[in-house]
């Protein structure tokens, strides 16, 4: 059994930064890739990011390339999600998701484990 917990959302001005966690619990995530997802109202979920536990190779959707970091913490058992540069289009409900294996996914449903989900609001 695996739980996510994603933390850091909340409400900032357009061009500001925020960062976001997401705690990982249960077994080793050594063989995991960890993908970022989000959702805004009336709109599909898309893929924002993702890292593989073991190397910390990444790969970003082209609309946060050069704004968005993912990284990791193997000690905390924590992916790490820092947007900076936000716009008021980043608004959604970030969600990260675990997906057994070393490569990255950018399809949602080939994601095994999943967080609640936390608010990121962009106001401009």
């Known amino acids: 059994q695996v739980q996510l917990v994603e933390s850091g959302g909340g409400s900032v001005q357009a061009g500001g930064s925020l960062s976001l966690s997401c705690a990982v619990s249960?077994?080793?995530?050594?063989?995991?890739?960890m993908g970022w997802f989000r959702q805004a109202p009336g709109k599909e979920r898309e893929f924002v990011g993702a890292?593989?536990?073991?190397?910390?190779?990444?790969f970003y959707a082209d609309f946060v390339k050069g704004r968005f970091t993912l990284s990791r913490d193997n000690a905390r058992k924590t992916v790490y999600l820092q947007m900076n540069s936000l716009k008021p289009e980043d608004t959604a409900v970030y969600y990260c998701?675990?997906?057994?294996?070393?490569?990255?996914?950018?399809?949602?449903?080939?994601?095994?484990?999943w967080g609640q989900g936390t608010q990121v609001t962009v106001s401009s």
């Open positions: 890292i593989i536990w073991s190397s910390t190779r990444t």
């Open positions: 998701a675990a997906l057994l294996g070393l490569q990255v996914v950018t399809r949602d449903d080939e994601y095994d484990y």
């Open positions: 249960g077994r080793t995530f050594s063989t995991y890739a």
